[in-house]
Each structure stands twice: as structure tokens, then as C-alpha cells.
């Protein structure tokens, strides 16, 4: 079965410095990887995606996420936070080999960026 | 990006009775829609798979006659959750993919925050 852990609860950050939000995922294929965002009562907001290619993607509002297959680990990643970052972080897995077409998502991290 | 949308946002209903939420592909077409519930400071837990055309693909645990599935037409699926109980009070959310553009990303709804009481 495919899963996905996200370690940490929340992850605190000063507004302008670097941030890094853990992501590891468990698939018997490769996998499909997504970072999602949701903000107080609202939906999911894409970010960004892992399927083949480059380990290093670029996403929405300056995040990017680095894919390493050894580590089984898609962390995500911003050079500069701001306070308005401040939201709940989904990471996502979709199994290619197993054919489901829904993601599994982990626990979820509360970022709170501090001004 | 392709949007989704699901109404109502906010329902408050009374304890026996039935609440329908719709989700809607605005701008493509889904033969299969996601159904998640999401309970306070956890994760999504996936509920159902809606297949237009065909009935529910529900997960374990998930009682069918309880939460009503219908897709009905590409664009358009139901959650109809039946003789509502306080305990079904939830963030219930849809998404879809655009699989006609090929994309792998799914869209999600706004959500629906239903307060049985």
C-alpha cells in the first residue's frame, strides 16, 4: 500500500528565512508526488508535482521541492518565507504501478511563519 | 488551472435529516471524482471515488447507504449524506483530475464544513 509521512506537526520559521517542510513516502512503483496548501476552511491549493525528469521542481509562490529516490524523501523547500505563508501543508503520493488514481495524503504540517 | 467547485461551502443542518453537496468541473471533464473527509487538525481521508456513469467505488469503512454518490454527468457529482448525526460533522471535500489534458495534478473544492446538530 502506498503512504506518506510528514513528520513534524508544525514547523516554526522566522519571516526571511529559509524553510523546509519533510515529506517521505512509501509506493511499491515510482511514484507521483504532490505538494498541496490549505488555507482556514478552504480546499486544496496545488503547488507542485513530482513525475519524472528533473529532481528539483519549481512550483507556486516560490516553493520547490527536491525529489531523492534513495531517501524515498520529497521535502519541501522556499529560500525566503513570508508571514503569509503561514498555512497547512499536504504532501501526496500516487502510485503509477498500482494504477490508483486517488492520492494519498500525510498528516499535514502547520508552517507558521513568525514577522 | 482547471477549477472546481463545490456548494455549499458552509451547512448547518438538524439530526435526521439529509444535506447534498455538489462538486462541479467548471472547465473540463471528470469521469472520476474524489470524495474526502477531513476531520479538525487531521489529514484527508479519502471516502469515495465517483465514476460518472457507473456506481461509487467506496473505501473500507465507509457505509454507502450512508453518504450517497451520484455522477451523473462529466461535470457533476453528489455527496448526499443520509439522516445526518452530529458525528458526521465534518470538512467534506471533492476533487477532480483534467485527465482530457493529460495532467496528473487533482483540483480540489472549496470544501463543505457541514455542522449537524
Known amino acids: 500500500a502506498q503512504s506518506v509521512a510528514q513528520p513534524e506537526d508544525q514547523v516554526n520559521v522566522a519571516e526571511g528565512n529559509p524553510l523546509t517542510v519533510k515529506c517521505t513516502y512509501s509506493?511499491?512503483?515510482?511514484?507521483?508526488l504532490f505538494w498541496y496548501v490549505q488555507y482556514p476552511n478552504r480546499g486544496l491549493q496545488f503547488l507542485l508535482k513530482?513525475?519524472?525528469?528533473?529532481?528539483l521542481v519549481k512550483g507556486s509562490y516560490g516553493f520547490e521541492a527536491e525529489f531523492n529516490k534513495s531517501q524515498t524523501s520529497f521535502h519541501l523547500k522556499k529560500p525566503s518565507a513570508l508571514v503569509s505563508d503561514s498555512a497547512l501543508y499536504f504532501c501526496?503520493?500516487?502510485?503509477?504501478?498500482?494504477?490508483?488514481?486517488?492520492?494519498?495524503f500525510g498528516s499535514g504540517t502547520r508552517l507558521q511563519v513568525q514577522p | 488551472g482547471a477549477v472546481v467547485s463545490q456548494h455549499p461551502s458552509r451547512v448547518i443542518c438538524k439530526s435526521g435529516t439529509s444535506v447534498k453537496i455538489e462538486c462541479r468541473s467548471l472547465?473540463?471533464?471528470?469521469?472520476?471524482m474524489f470524495w474526502y473527509r477531513q476531520f479538525p487538525k487531521q489529514s484527508l481521508m479519502l471516502m469515495a471515488t465517483?465514476?460518472?456513469?457507473?456506481?461509487?467505488?467506496?473505501e473500507q469503512g465507509v457505509e454507502k447507504d450512508k453518504f450517497l454518490i451520484n455522477h451523473a454527468s462529466l461535470t457533476l457529482s453528489t455527496l448526499t449524506v443520509t439522516s445526518a448525526h452530529p458525528e458526521d460533522s465534518s470538512f467534506y471535500i471533492c476533487?477532480?483530475?483534467?485527465?482530457?489534458?493529460?495532467?496528473?495534478?487533482?483540483?480540489f473544492g472549496q470544501g463543505t464544513r457541514l455542522t449537524v446538530v
Open positions: 476533487s477532480a483530475r483534467d485527465q482530457g489534458q493529460g495532467l496528473t495534478e487533482a483540483f
Open positions: 509506493v511499491s512503483g515510482n511514484p507521483y
Open positions: 513530482y513525475i519524472t525528469g528533473d529532481n
Open positions: 501526496a503520493v500516487r502510485d503509477i504501478k498500482r494504477g490508483r488514481r486517488a492520492l494519498t
Open positions: 472547465d473540463f471533464q471528470a469521469t472520476t
Open positions: 465517483s465514476n460518472e456513469g457507473s456506481k461509487a467505488t467506496y
